[in-house]
């Protein structure tokens, strides 16, 4: 959907969040995401490493990684953000909860994002 998240649920799809769907994203793209969580100092020495916080307005506001893209996880997957994040850099995801962080990382794995690691 071209508005993401929002336009799902505008859309009356139902949004829930369920540990499962982790689970399932990890099963089906069989990856060991542990592997893919790494800190701040590590992830600034990926080649061409775009940080994206995708922690809601008031979190960002209050301190966020120096340079990081913001997109609200409820624009996640919206047209104008798809067109802005690079397959050709390293994404590092950041979000508060690590579920969330790992459906993100998965989810864009998925997407043939090949370099997706996850903010510890």
């Not at 099963?27 to 990926?46: G, H, I, T, V």
């Not at 104008?80 to 790992?102: C, R, T």
Request: charged share 30%.
């Amino acid at each position: 959907m071209r508005d993401g998240i929002k336009g799902w649920k505008k859309a009356g799809y139902q949004v829930v969040g369920d540990a499962k769907l982790l689970d399932d994203l990890i099963a089906l793209n069989k990856n060991d995401f542990k592997a893919l969580c790494l800190c701040e100092k590590d992830a600034r020495k990926l080649k061409n490493c775009t940080f994206v916080d995708f922690r809601d307005n008031a979190d960002y506001d209050k301190g966020h990684i120096k340079g990081a893209n913001h997109v609200d996880y409820a624009d996640m997957f919206s047209k104008p953000m798809m067109e802005e994040l690079n397959k050709s850099n390293s994404l590092v995801i950041i979000h508060d909860d690590q579920a969330v962080a790992g459906v993100i990382a998965a989810t864009l794995k998925l997407m043939d994002y090949p370099d997706v690691y996850i903010l510890r």
